[in-house]
C-alpha cells in the first residue's frame, strides 16, 4: 500500500523540526555546503547508501562544495509523504558527520 500524501498543514509541522529543510513547489529540499569537493562527493555516496536502504530515492546534485537534494513520493504522483521525511532525517543525521551546513 503506497504511503499518503501529506497535508500542507502536516508538511509545515514536519518541515518545521528540520531546519535547512523547505517546500520547492511539490517537493522538500536542502542545500548543504562542504569544506571540499572530496567531502561532497563523500556525502552523496553515504546519502546514496541510506537511498537504497530506505528504496527511497531522491533526485541529488553534487557541485564543486555543495551537495542538493529534492525528494518527493513518485508513487502517489510526486505528493510528500512521510517517506520524504524519513530520509530527510535519516540524511540530516549524515550530514552533520560529514561536517556539512
Request: aromatic share 4%.
Amino acid at each position: 500500500m503506497p504511503p499518503a500524501p501529506l497535508s500542507q498543514k502536516e508538511i509545515e509541522d514536519r518541515l518545521a523540526e528540520l531546519p535547512g529543510w523547505s517546500l520547492d513547489g511539490e517537493r522538500i529540499a536542502r542545500s548543504y555546503q562542504l569544506g571540499s569537493h572530496f567531502a561532497a562527493a563523500a556525502l552523496v555516496v553515504h546519502i546514496a547508501q541510506v537511498q537504497d536502504e530506505l528504496d527511497h530515492h531522491s533526485d541529488l546534485t553534487l557541485g564543486y562544495h555543495t551537495v542538493s537534494l529534492t525528494v518527493n513520493t513518485h508513487s502517489v504522483g510526486g505528493a510528500v509523504t512521510e517517506l520524504d521525511f524519513d530520509l530527510a532525517r535519516r540524511v540530516e543525521d549524515l550530514a552533520a558527520g560529514h561536517g556539512a551546513h
